[in-house]
Each structure stands twice: as C-alpha cells, then as structure tokens.
C-alpha cells in the first residue's frame, strides 16, 4: 500500500468501512451464549475471512478478532476429539468459565485463538494515516469504533478499490466532493 495523495482529500475511516449503509449489518461472534451450530452455520453463511467478537449483540463492545481459518479448524477439532461435543454446546471465548448447568453438553472453549488486541480506528480517524499503519504494520483489516460500540470493517482490499476509485475520478469531482 502506498500512502496516496488522494487522501489527503478528507477521507475518513468512515468513508471505506464495510457494511455500506445498504449492506446488511456486520457479522460478529458473541464471546458467549452461541452454540457449535451457530458458529458453524455463519461460517458456512459467510466467506468473510474473520469475525469480529463482541461482548454482546446489545453492547457491541470488542473484545477480540477470530480468523475464519482457524474457527473452522477448532471446531472441527472439537467435534471430532472433544468428548461430548454436540450441536449445542456452548461456544466460549472468554477466558474464565461461567457456570453451566451439570446437565449441559460440555462447551467448546475457543480463547486461544483470539486476538485479543485487534487494530481499531475511529470512524474520524483520516484515511492517510490508516493506510500509513496498515503499511508500518503490515495489517489485512482494521475495526472501526465509534463510541466503544463496533461499527465496521476495513481490509487491505477495501483500502485498494477506494483508492483506485479516487484515481478513477476527475479532478473536478475529487475537488468538490
Ligand atoms: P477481502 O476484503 O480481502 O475480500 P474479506 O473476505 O474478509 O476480505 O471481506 C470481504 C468484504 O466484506 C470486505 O469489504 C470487508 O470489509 C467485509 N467484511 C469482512 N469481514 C466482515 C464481517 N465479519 N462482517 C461483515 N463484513 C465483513
């Protein structure tokens, strides 16, 4: 990625984070009160390459990223070596465990494979100095928060199409926009 001139024209981390206004919302995993079957069913739903983990669905608050690769490799792990292991045991990715009841199938507990320090921006932080950190650090996407609630996504992808959207355009519109 090259830091472009072209950001230098005002845009915001807003501007080129995913969803889209018209999009559906952002698919997030809750770090508790999913099943197995919920789990496999976004994955399968989806070819997002990771996901996002929330405290709740209410709360929106982060607290880690996933990567599809390697939920997919946990789960199918869990359910081929983990005894007990059905459709609807919990999946966890917290790292104390809460009480379950004795009689509940045992939960798959997915903790290790979170990163629990994704890279996050602001909707207001400009684009320049978004592309200027993926580049030093070499990121593949970044969250977008707004007031301690995850808004959005942006990956190394969303950054190149924007930028090839503003090369795209004549001066006059980049000048008035
Ligand atoms: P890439 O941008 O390299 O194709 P992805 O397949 O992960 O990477 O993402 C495809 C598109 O979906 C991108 O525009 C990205 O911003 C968006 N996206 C990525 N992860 C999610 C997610 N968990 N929920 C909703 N949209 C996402």
């Given at each position: 990625?090259?830091?472009?001139?072209?950001?230098?024209?005002?845009?915001?981390?807003?501007?080129?984070?995913?969803?889209?206004?018209?999009?559906?919302?952002?698919?997030?995993?809750?770090?508790?009160?999913?099943t197995?079957?919920?789990?496999?069913?976004?994955?399968?739903?989806?070819?997002?390459?990771?996901?996002?983990?929330?405290i709740?669905?209410?709360?929106?608050?982060?607290?880690?990223?996933?990567?599809?690769?390697?939920?997919?490799?946990?789960?199918?792990?869990?359910?081929?070596?983990?005894?007990?292991?059905?459709?609807?045991?919990?999946?966890?990715?917290?790292?104390?465990?809460?009480?379950?009841?004795?009689?509940?199938?045992?939960?798959?507990?997915?903790?290790?494979?979170?990163?629990?320090?994704?890279?996050?921006?602001?909707?207001?932080?400009?684009?320049?100095?978004?592309?200027?950190?993926?580049?030093?650090?070499?990121?593949?996407?970044?969250?977008?928060?707004?007031?301690?609630r995850?808004?959005?996504?942006?990956?190394?992808?969303?950054?190149?199409?924007?930028?090839?959207?503003m090369?795209?355009?004549?001066?006059?519109?980049?000048?008035?926009?």
């Open positions: 990625l090259e830091a472009k001139e072209e950001f230098r024209h005002k845009t915001l981390a807003t501007d080129v984070m995913r969803p889209r206004r018209s999009d559906p919302p952002l698919s997030v995993l809750t770090q508790s009160g999913m197995v079957e919920e789990v496999e069913r976004l994955i399968s739903d989806t070819t997002y390459s990771g996901f996002p983990v929330v709740s669905q209410q709360s929106q608050r982060l607290v880690g990223f996933v990567l599809r690769r390697d939920l997919f490799i946990s789960l199918e792990n869990a359910r081929r070596h983990q005894d007990g292991v059905v459709s609807v045991s919990a999946v966890l990715f917290t790292e104390c465990e809460s009480p379950a009841s004795p009689s509940a199938p045992p939960a798959v507990k997915l903790h290790s494979i979170l990163d629990l320090s994704p890279f996050t921006v602001t909707v207001h932080t400009p684009m320049e100095i978004v592309v200027d950190i993926f580049r030093k650090l070499g990121l593949r996407q970044c969250l977008v928060i707004r007031n301690g995850l808004l959005g996504i942006i990956t190394k992808k969303d950054i190149l199409k924007h930028m090839a959207q090369a795209n355009r004549d001066p006059e519109s980049i000048l008035f926009n």
